[in-house]
Structure formats: C-alpha cells, structure tokens
C-alpha cells in the first residue's frame, strides 16, 4: 500500500494539490511497509515545503521508525524544535521504539 501512497502523493504534487494530510497518510504508510527511511525523507520534504508539519507529521515518523529508538527521539527533539507538543500518540511511539530497541531507562525518563 506504500508504493500507492507514494503514487497518490506525487500526483496530488505535481497539480499542486499536496496537502500535510496527503503528506502524513505517505509518512503513515511507510510504518506499514517498514520504510522507515522513506518516511523521514517524507518529513524532511514536508518541512522544507510551504506546508507546516503537525504533531501527526512527526507521531507518524516517530511511529515508523519502528526500533531505531535513536531516530525517534531525535524526532521527539524536533517536533519540540517545531513549537509543537507531544501528545500520548507522539509519547507512545516513542516509548515503544525505546521499547522494542531494548534501551528500557530512555523509555523511562
């Protein structure tokens, strides 16, 4: 399903109709395919468009990162950087890759 979100975001850019929601259900996807890469470059090219990110925006790339606990908290530090909160889905997320990368005292803290 990644490859036709990809698909669907690169139409909806190309007639200038590429929203945050179109970029997020993208970086969302890529959680699914374990691209977790691709959803970063995803956020990246969300940050430098004219669109503002939002705390899905990184809740969904922090989610895709899947155990790179390393990578989510420093997507945690951003969205920070960004003027936005964490909400519980952000917090979640990145306990669970502290989680699943084994590093339980980040988790924690």
């Known amino acids: 399903q990644w490859q036709v979100a990809l698909q669907l975001l690169s139409a ?13 259900s993208a970086i969302s996807c890529c959680q699914t395919g374990l691209h977790w890469r691709l959803a970063l470059a995803l956020l990246s090219s969300l ?3 004219d669109l503002r990110t939002t705390v899905v ?3 969904s ?5 899947g155990n790179k606990w390393h990578r989510a908290l420093q997507l945690v530090q951003q969205l920070r950087i960004a003027g936005l909160q964490c909400n519980v889905i952000s917090q979640n997320a990145a306990l669970s890759a502290c989680e699943k990368g084994g590093e339980w005292c980040l988790a924690t803290h």
């Open 57 to 59: 925006s990184y809740s």
């Open 61 to 65: 790339a922090i989610s895709a990162v």
């Open 12 to 24: 909806a850019q190309s007639a200038r109709l590429a929203d945050v929601v179109s970029f997020n």
């Open 47 to 49: 940050n430098s468009s």
